[in-house]
């Protein structure tokens, strides 16, 4: 039966993920438990989960439709699932995941508008069944201050080469799945210093490990 922890990561672009989850993983290395932890990325995680993963991502001679790249998202997680998450969580292990669900609902259903929240939910469980995170940080910033951050970047990736308009949508995918589900959010003030946000994201970490003991 399911025992661990299962903590995602969850924002748009630019909003700090992969800079406070490698922050996360340098305190890790740090604590006895350590090899209790295991750290994942959405979409990839798994051999076929990452190929997936370039398609999406820099895919440029015949880019995916909105479905097949919907399909594509899921087909990763379900192998990310069933493979890694599910067997590491069975044997009580804190999985750490670079975006879940929340990504999916916020990027394929508001601002893609393939298919509604509420159908992605359904899609998401029947493949997944009941299954969500334990704990989310949803890094909130909004896409004009997230995207000051990149201007330095010169090479996009696809995701980023969309309008505000597109970002904005993903916003507001946030606001209304912490709208829905406000216990298993953490909201994040993602324009404080980064060491705070650390700060902040040990200290509920380790008072829900606390809580769960
Ligand atoms: N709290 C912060 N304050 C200021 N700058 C930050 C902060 N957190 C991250 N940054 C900077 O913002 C940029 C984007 O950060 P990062 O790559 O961690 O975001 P991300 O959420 O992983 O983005 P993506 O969605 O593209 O994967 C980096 O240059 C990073 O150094
Ligand atoms: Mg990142």
Do not use: W
Request: charged share 30%; hydrophobic share 35%.
């Amino acid at each position: 039966m399911r025992k661990g922890l299962f903590i995602s990561f969850e924002g748009g672009e630019a909003c700090g993920k992969s800079t406070q989850i490698k922050l996360l993983k340098e305190y890790v290395e740090t604590r006895k438990d350590k090899d209790n932890f295991l750290f994942i990325r959405e979409p990839g995680g798994t051999k076929l989960g990452e190929e997936i993963r370039n398609l999406l991502l820099n895919y440029e001679v015949d880019s995916p439709t909105p479905k097949a790249e919907l399909l594509l998202f899921l087909a990763s997680r379900a192998q990310l699932f069933e493979k890694v998450i599910l067997p590491a969580l069975n044997e009580g292990k804190i999985v750490v995941a670079d975006r879940f669900y929340d990504s999916t609902v916020a990027y394929q259903g508001f601002a893609r508008n393939i298919l509604s929240a509420e159908e992605i939910y359904n899609l998401h469980k029947t493949i997944l069944g009941d299954f969500l995170p334990d704990l989310t940080f949803y890094l909130k910033i909004s896409p004009e201050q997230a995207f000051k951050r990149k201007e330095v970047f010169p090479s996009l990736d696809r995701m980023e080469k969309e309008g505000t308009f597109f970002h904005q949508k993903v916003y507001e995918g946030y606001e209304y799945l912490c709208r829905k589900e406000p216990d298993r959010f953490a909201i994040i003030d993602a324009t404080d210093s980064i060491e705070n946000i650390h700060k902040e994201i040990t200290n509920k970490i380790n008072n829900k490990l606390k809580k769960d003991a």
